[in-house]
């Protein structure tokens, strides 16, 4: 059984930094792709940072230049780094990741969540 688990949310200050961490565990095969959704409250999950498989980053246009994803191999794990925070940064924010379990097919994971709230 595939599990992503996060960590790393916090209370930041505007303008604050905080690092999110990810990691898959379990009999996986392949990764394809790793990344960050975020939730806010009364929205809709929505795509913040995918690092595909051959190294292209796709970001929010609205966090473009803040926040930097990135993957250690090794470790099945992915990283969110926010900078320059905004109180519209809030929201929860859940690992992804697009991977073949061993004897599964190809399908979408998701972590539990973690809050990150931007406040003075």
């Known amino acids: 059984q595939v599990q992503l688990v996060e960590s790393g949310g916090d209370l930041a200050q505007p303008g604050g930094s905080l690092r999110l961490s990810c990691t898959a565990s379990?009999?996986?095969?392949?990764?394809?792709?790793m990344g960050w959704y975020r939730q806010a409250p009364g929205k809709e999950r929505e795509s913040v940072a995918v690092?595909?498989?051959?190294?292209?980053?796709e970001y929010a246009d609205s966090v473009k230049g803040r926040f930097t994803v990135s993957r250690a191999n090794s470790k099945n794990t992915v990283y969110l780094q926010m900078n320059s925070l905004k109180p519209e940064d809030t929201a929860v924010y859940f690992c992804?990741?697009?991977?073949?379990?061993?004897?599964?097919?190809?399908?979408?994971?998701w972590g539990q969540g973690t809050q990150v709230i931007v406040s003075s």
């Open positions: 379990g009999e996986i095969s392949s990764i394809n792709a």
């Open positions: 992804y990741a697009d991977l073949v379990a061993t004897g599964w097919l190809r399908d979408d994971y």
């Open positions: 690092l595909l498989n051959y190294g292209r980053a």
